[in-house]
């Protein structure tokens, strides 16, 4: 590309990817079981408001005729790629997260799909993230606050994993115990009710004398 690009033809990239967020977050909010979407899914979907934030605020920068035309000219492939990826975000959901109508079996189809779909959509808001990062390098916007929720983002991300959290037995009787499920000794039990509790390390049962 030669030459300058017009502020117009950035705020109209702008104006796309917020549209398609939007979109994006009407079919997630519709979804009616989010706290049993993969950690990845339900991270990466957690994040759509702040990048409606963030471009929301290099809009208002650029109407005021606060970015150079060269920190313009940086943010342009940027945001195009912020634009294919919530775009594909987009489709991701569209295509895995099933209306309140939904059969069972498409609810368990749709299920698998979102597992196996739940890295690509985080790596997807991840790469938008990182490049929100950028615009702020580049001047298209100035705020601490949305620069340090940013940074946040990226390190959630980053480190988000679809591991379980280890299960909690509770007994439904007279109280609850909670075993431990793998390496070390556990030495916190919660007893509600009546009865005994052990806790202990070593125990041997023989013959009483």
């Known amino acids: 590309m030669t030459g300058f690009v017009e502020a117009a033809t950035v705020l109209g990239l702008i104006s796309a990817i917020t549209g398609i ?63 294919e ?3 594909n975000v987009k489709v991701i959901f569209d295509e895995t997260l099933p209306n309140k109508d939904a059969s069972k079996l498409e609810r368990f189809k749709n299920a698998l799909t979102i597992k196996r779909k739940s890295g690509v959509v985080r790596d997807h808001m991840e790469t938008i993230v990182k490049n929100l990062e950028l615009l ?56 509600s009710g009546s009865g005994s509790m052990y806790n202990a390390q070593t125990q041997n049962f023989g013959k009483d004398h």
């Open 21 to 83: 967020c939007e979109a994006a977050s009407t079919v997630y909010d519709a979804y009616s079981d989010a706290k049993g979407l993969p950690n990845k899914f339900r991270t990466a979907a957690d994040q759509i408001p702040l990048v409606q934030l963030t471009l929301h605020l290099a809009e208002t920068n650029i109407n005021a005729h606060s970015v150079s035309k060269e920190a313009l000219q940086r943010a342009l492939p940027l945001l195009e790629q912020c634009k």
């Open 85 to 87: 990826s919530a775009s």
């Open 136 to 191: 702020a390098q580049h001047q298209i916007f100035q705020d601490a606050e949305t620069l340090q929720e940013i940074s946040e983002a990226i390190q959630n991300l980053e480190n988000a994993s679809d591991e379980q959290e280890s299960p909690q037995f509770v007994h439904s009787g007279s109280g609850a115990i909670n075993a431990n499920t793998g390496h070390g000794t556990m030495t916190n039990y919660n007893s």
